[in-house]
């Protein structure tokens, strides 16, 4: 910028020739100035988040070697994909200008239903676990994609708050759990579900960490490259707009309730399968930390911004945050609140940039 308003100058003073003289003069600076901003381009796109987990991991490393000892690691990854998957299917909502609270409840009446199908169906065919596992998976998806049907025809059809249809789900939800079980985790699920899936390794990683690279990449694929994902943008960015140009806003925001609420679904049936028992109070954090791991991976609030693989990164940053609080012995009620101190400024970083980039 600099070198052109020189350039400029020059011209206005001396003609084109001292205009030429000067551009021959300043285009090493003007290089390295265009250098300069290509490089904060991509510092923009990435964002500071890569740089701060690098500094976390090796101040971590420093003061507890046993963060890098690979079991560790592993268990960190694990525990990120798990929020990474949910977090995914609230960075759909968000991105369509939605919000779902709901989806650590399907987490919860997902896990109970998978369970106690199984159960049922386990006395019926008690030789076909293949069976009784696909139907029982089936039945939990199908409890969270009606989950996430009834948030999006309240939100569509009769222009609820989002936030308020989905506070009245995840009470249902949560409350269909706890009556289903009485509090109390179902067990009796096959061990070819529990044992031999939930606790499976390939190459030495948990199998829950390909999965969850398989669903990122197709997400991430369904988001840049079909039409639904843009005109999920396109809805978030002006809806009426979207509207007006043809989009099918009712249905795509239907839609997009139902697949954050059948990944929320899959979430459940995979920590169901790990913790080996259908459970009322599986993934009760997960709501709050599913909208931190969105918001801290550049998820903009008021919708139309957002990438998964930047949710991604968030995710595994919340895990690692949460991993050094466990190394390092802090209290779970004072995690719980730093947590929440997150969540809160990656909201205020995202409310200063929205409104720095309207200036």
Known sequence: MTAIIWTRQARHRFGMQGSAIMEKTLNPIHKAESRQSAVMRRLMVLGLLPLLMIVLCIVLGLVEPKFLRSANLINVLRNASFLMLIASGQMMVLIIGGFDLSIGAVVALTSVTTALSMNALIALFPDSYLLVISLGVLAGLGAGAAVGLLNGFVVALM?????????????????LALYMTQGVPVYGMPDLFTRDFGRMRIFNLPVVIYLTAAMLVLIWWMMNHTKFGKYMYAIGSNEH?????????????VATYTVCSMVAALTGILLTARVGSGEAGLGATLMMESIAAAVIGGVSLRGGVGRVEMVALGALFLALVTNAMNLLRVDSKLQTIVIGVVIILAVGIETYQSKRAKR
């Open 241 to 253: 707009a979207a509207r007006v140009s043809g989009v099918k806003v009712t249905f795509y925001i």
């Open 159 to 175: 222009k609820v708050s989002p936030f308020m249809v989905t506070l009245g789900t995840l009470s249902i939800a949560s409350g």
